[in-house]
């Protein structure tokens, strides 16, 4: 597949999902990287790339995406599996904005094997703005 030509996630992509969820383990997944990387990873990054140049269109403000990476922070977690089980990205302005994913309202959109999630909305505000929201 081209990089940068989305052609839809594949079955053998979902399917690798579900069995990494059966098999979060490091030894499984360095098996299964290259699978990974061809049936997930790159179709993401397809995706995200054709999405950017969509919603650029649609909003007309320049646009940036951020495909979330499948290893998780497990520092302050109860649960230690390693990897995540689900496709997330986010689609976010880059105009007169930080560029970063978390400072602005965004596009969200996530895949699992059983699931589809789409949103919109704000990981977090800035210190700043929190009060102004309190107040309303």
């Known amino acids: 597949m081209d990089s940068m030509t989305f052609q839809g996630f594949p079955k053998e992509g979902l399917t ?7 098999n979060n383990t490091r030894e499984w997944f360095t098996k299964h990287k290259p699978l990974y990387q061809e049936t997930v990873e790159a179709p993401a990054k397809a995706f995200a790339f ?3 140049e ?3 269109t649609l909003t007309k403000r320049p646009m940036s995406s951020k495909v979330f990476r499948i290893y998780r922070d497990v520092r302050f977690s109860k649960d230690k599996t390693p990897y995540n089980t689900h496709i ?5 302005s880059t105009d007169g904005n930080t560029g970063e994913c978390g ?3 965004a596009f969200h959109f ?6 589809l999630t789409l ?3 704000n990981f977090g505000f800035p210190k ?3 009060p102004k929201l309190s107040d309303s």
């Open 103 to 105: 400072a602005q309202p």
């Open 119 to 121: 949103g919109i909305g």
């Open 110 to 115: 996530g895949l699992e094997p059983k699931k």
């Open 54 to 56: 969509l919603l650029a």
């Open 16 to 22: 690798f999902l579900a069995k990494l969820k059966r």
């Open 50 to 52: 054709e999405m950017e």
């Open 128 to 130: 700043d703005v929190l």
């Open 88 to 92: 997330h990205m986010s689609f976010f």
